[in-house]
C-alpha cells in the first residue's frame, strides 16, 4: 500500500495534535522547525531544522524530504507561513492556495484594501510612510487607535494608542517588528472579539467554529493588547453568531481562499460585525486542533488535512451536532529567571484539564509581557457550564507555582 506523505510547516505545541492526528490518519508525517528540540520533532517520521519564517531554508528543507518521501501535500497549522507553504505547493505541484492569496493573508495593509474593494466591514486603516503621517492621523481621527506591523504576528508589535501614549515610541517600538520596515494605524473597534475557523469548497462555506476571546488585562498591559484565552461557547445569540459566521466567510472569499480553510478575527460592534484580519490557516492555541472537536464535535482538523491532500471533505461531518463549553487561559508571570515550576502534577490530575503546555521551563528567562509570544504556557478546562469551565480553568491556573531565583 502506497503512504501518502503530509509536509507541516513547524513542530511546536501547536503543530503536535495535528501530527498525531494525520498519523492516524494513516500518513507518513514530516516537518521542519528551526528548533531542534521542538516536540513534534520526536513525533514526526522524518525531519529538517529551518526556521518556518526563513522561506530559503524552508523551501530546502522541503526539497531534501521531498527527495526522500516524495510529498503529496503541505500545510500550516498555527504556524501564520502560508506563502512559503504556497511555494512549496507549487514546487510540487500540490493542492493550495494561489501566491497572491498567500500574500493577501500575511500581508495586514493590503488585505484591509482588499477588503475595501470587497465592501467587507472593517476599521478605518491608513500605511504610516513616516512619524509625521502618525501624529497627523492622531489629529484628525483621536484616540483610541491601534498601531501596528504590516507583515508581524501574535500581536507582535501591535500597540493601542490613547491620550499619554508616547507617539514617538510606539511608531518605531511598532517598526522594529515589522521584517520589511512597514506599519499601520487604524480604528481601535469596541465590542467583543472573536475567532472563527472556516472551511471554503467552491460553492460550499461552513464556519463551524467561532471562540469568544477573552482581554481581561488591558489596563495591566497596556498599551499592548494581550490575550488571555478564549470561550466555547461564545455566548451570543442565534442572529450575532449568524452575522460573525457569514462575514467570516465573505472575508475569505474576497482573499481568493478556495479549498483551504480560514481563520478570522472579529469585532461585534454597534454597527455589526466588523473584520480585523484573517489569516489562510488553522489557528494557533490549539482551537482548531483540540477545542473545537470538544465543543462541536466537528473534526476540523481531520478536514483540513483532507483538503491539503486535494480530497474534497464530508460536508455533513462539518455541521456541529455538540455545544460542550470549554475554555483556555494562560499562564502570566513577571519577569525573572525560572527556578522551578511547581504544582504541574496537581493540576495535570483533574479530568477536566483537556490539555495544557508550557513554553518556558526551569532555567529560562521570563520577559517583560509586550505580546502574546511572552506567556509562558496555557490550559484548557471543561465543564457542564460556561461558568464551570471558566471556574474550573482559574483554579488550574493557581495551583502552578513559578519559583523565581532572586
Request: hydrophobic residues 40%.
Amino acid at each position: 500500500m502506497i503512504v501518502k506523505t503530509l509536509l507541516i510547516i513547524g513542530a511546536g505545541a501547536d503543530q503536535t495534535i495535528g501530527i498525531k492526528k494525520a498519523k492516524r490518519m494513516g500518513l507518513r508525517v514530516v516537518a521542519t522547525d528551526g528548533n531542534p528540540d521542538a516536540a513534534g520533532l520526536k513525533l514526526a517520521d522524518d525531519f529538517e531544522l529551518a526556521s518556518v519564517y526563513d522561506e530559503n531554508k524552508t523551501l530546502k528543507a522541503a526539497q531534501k524530504l521531498n527527495k526522500r518521501h516524495k510529498i503529496d501535500a503541505v500545510m500550516a497549522m498555527g504556524t501564520d507561513t502560508p506563502v512559503v507553504v504556497s511555494k512549496i505547493a507549487k514546487k510540487f505541484s500540490l493542492p493550495g492556495l494561489s501566491l497572491d492569496t498567500a500574500f493577501l493573508a500575511t500581508n495586514k495593509y493590503e488585505m484591509k484594501k482588499r477588503f475595501k474593494e470587497y465592501d467587507i466591514p472593517i476599521p478605518w486603516f491608513l500605511k504610516l510612510n513616516s512619524y509625521k503621517d502618525l501624529v497627523k492621523a492622531v489629529r484628525e481621527k483621536g484616540f483610541p487607535l491601534v498601531i501596528k506591523p504590516i507583515d508581524s504576528r501574535g500581536a507582535r508589535g501591535v500597540i493601542m494608542l490613547t491620550d499619554g501614549v508616547d507617539l514617538k515610541w510606539a511608531f518605531s517600538e511598532a517598526l522594529s517588528y515589522s521584517p520589511s520596515g512597514q506599519v499601520m494605524v487604524e480604528e481601535y473597534l469596541e465590542g467583543a472579539q472573536f475567532s472563527t475557523e472556516s472551511i471554503i469548497w467552491d460553492d460550499f462555506a461552513i464556519t463551524p467554529g467561532i471562540t469568544r476571546r477573552n482581554y481581561p488585562f488591558m489596563k495591566k498591559y497596556k498599551p499592548y493588547i494581550i490575550e488571555d484565552g478564549d470561550d466555547l461557547p461564545p455566548e451570543i445569540n442565534k442572529v450575532e453568531e449568524a452575522s460573525l459566521k457569514l462575514l467570516a466567510e465573505k472575508g475569505a472569499r474576497a482573499l481568493g481562499i478556495n479549498r483551504w480553510s480560514a481563520k478570522g478575527d472579529l469585532v461585534l460592534t454597534k454597527d455589526g460585525p466588523k473584520i480585523i484580519e484573517m489569516a489562510a490557516r488553522i489557528s494557533g492555541g490549539q482551537f482548531a486542533t483540540l477545542k473545537l472537536e470538544y465543543n462541536s464535535g466537528v473534526d476540523f482538523l481531520k478536514a483540513t488535512i483532507l483538503m491539503a491532500l486535494g480530497e474534497k471533505p464530508n460536508f455533513e461531518k462539518l455541521i456541529p451536532r455538540l455545544n460542550r463549553p470549554v475554555v483556555q487561559r494562560y499562564f502570566f508571570r513577571s519577569p525573572g529567571t525560572i527556578k522551578k515550576i511547581a504544582g504541574v502534577e496537581k493540576m495535570a490530575k483533574n479530568k477536566w484539564v483537556l490539555y495544557y503546555t508550557f513554553y518556558v521551563k526551569e532555567g529560562d528567562h521570563i520577559e517583560k509581557m509586550v505580546s502574546m509570544g511572552t506567556r509562558s504556557g496555557n490550559v484548557i478546562t471543561c465543564g457542564s457550564t460556561i461558568k464551570e469551565a471558566r471556574e474550573r480553568a482559574r483554579k488550574a491556573i493557581g495551583m502552578v507555582h513559578f519559583e523565581f531565583d532572586e
